[in-house]
């Protein structure tokens, strides 16, 4: 199965401005990060929702929606979490209101697919780690339907 789209036309943009322009790119996704709505979730926000690996101090939240999918949405407390913005404003475009088939077909290589290969450890685990918690939410929630 192919990305996402969206993801595939990020990496396509990514490629086009370059290891020089990645940087960049990815500031600018991070500029239009949008933190969870007090709708779905408020501060303090309950644990289940905490991504553990990510040292931004992030959140994922599933919001289920009247089809039957799900959206994302996510929070960074860190307000140098850079990255963990820039991964989630993707992700979430990417993966909004998309069937667990695509979902769980993002590859686990994404992350340093979009980020580069310098891209430290520490920051990579936790990017891994929202993905890894998007997957979760989205099995769990079409089993719930099934």
Do not use: W
């Amino acid at each position: 199965m192919s990305l996402p789209p969206k993801i595939q036309e990020v990496l396509e943009d990514i490629e086009m401005v370059g290891e020089n322009g990645r940087q960049m790119y990815l500031i600018d996704y991070s500029n239009r990060f949008e933190s969870v709505p007090e709708s779905v979730a408020t501060e303090p926000f309950n644990e289940k929702y905490h991504v553990k690996e990510c040292e931004s101090d992030a959140y994922v939240f599933p919001n289920p929606q009247p089809d039957g999918t799900l959206n994302f949405e996510f929070a960074v407390l860190n307000p140098q979490g850079v990255s963990a913005r820039a991964f989630s404003k993707i992700i979430k475009e990417a993966l909004d209101g998309q069937p667990l088939e695509v979902i769980n077909a993002v590859p686990n290589s994404v992350v340093t697919d979009l980020f580069g290969k310098r891209l430290s450890m520490g920051r990579g685990l936790g990017l891994q780690g929202i993905l890894n918690m998007i997957k979760y939410f989205a099995r769990e929630h079409y089993q719930d339907q099934n």
